[in-house]
């Protein structure tokens, strides 16, 4: 089976045109919009080549004007800096929810100090579990009722209950 030739194209704004220009070939072409591009470039690369369009594959690389891309390039900085921000956040988050249980405190009497809910701090709670567990493992709970098994597994985080007869409840 034989290779796809891969063609770099880059296109960049030129007055109310996209220039499209396939560098390898030293060719270019114009679209009316951006979403025109590859098609474009496909077009010109076959007609150059004498192929048809759908035999190779381009990858499109589309300039961003001068300021929309200053802003673009700081915009996407600062959303991994959040990213990391958020993620450290929610591990001293739980390291708080750790804290309060090992010295004694309910969900609820946590929930009341740290200004949440309960059943957040019970889900808190239960990720640190999950970060904690090694890959694979499950665990499985008995629910106050008796009646269901519900088992949490650090696979997803994913939540299923049984009845007695062990079948899988919906929407559980």
């Known amino acids: 089976m034989t290779e796809r030739k891969t063609y770099q194209v ?5 007055g109310r045109w996209w220039l499209v220009q396939v560098p390898e070939l030293d060719t270019v072409g114009q679209a009316r ?7 474009v470039a496909r077009e010109v690369i076959g007609l150059w080549l004498d192929l048809e369009p759908d035999t190779f594959d381009v990858a499109v690389s589309i300039e961003i004007p001068g ?14 800096v ?3 921000e958020n993620a450290a956040a929610a591990a001293l988050a739980r390291r708080a929810v750790a804290s309060l249980r090992a ?12 200004g ?3 059943q957040r701090v019970q889900q808190l709670a239960a990720d640190i579990e999950n970060v904690n567990a ?9 629910a106050k009722s008796g009646r269901s098994n519900a088992t949490r597994s650090n696979a ?6 049984a009845n007695k007869s062990g079948r899988r409840r919906a929407g559980v």
Do not use: C, I
């Open 156 to 161: 997803g985080g994913e939540t299923r209950a």
């Open 134 to 142: 090694p890959a694979g493992y499950t665990k499985v709970v008995q």
């Open 10 to 14: 880059t296109a960049s704004k030129d």
């Open 116 to 118: 949440l809910s309960a």
């Open 33 to 39: 919009n951006a979403a025109e591009v590859e098609e």
């Open 82 to 84: 959040a990213r990391e």
């Open 67 to 80: 300021e929309a891309r200053e802003a673009w390039e700081e915009a996407k900085q600062r959303a991994a």
């Open 103 to 114: 010295d004694g405190l309910t969900f609820k009497d946590a929930g009341v100090v740290l």
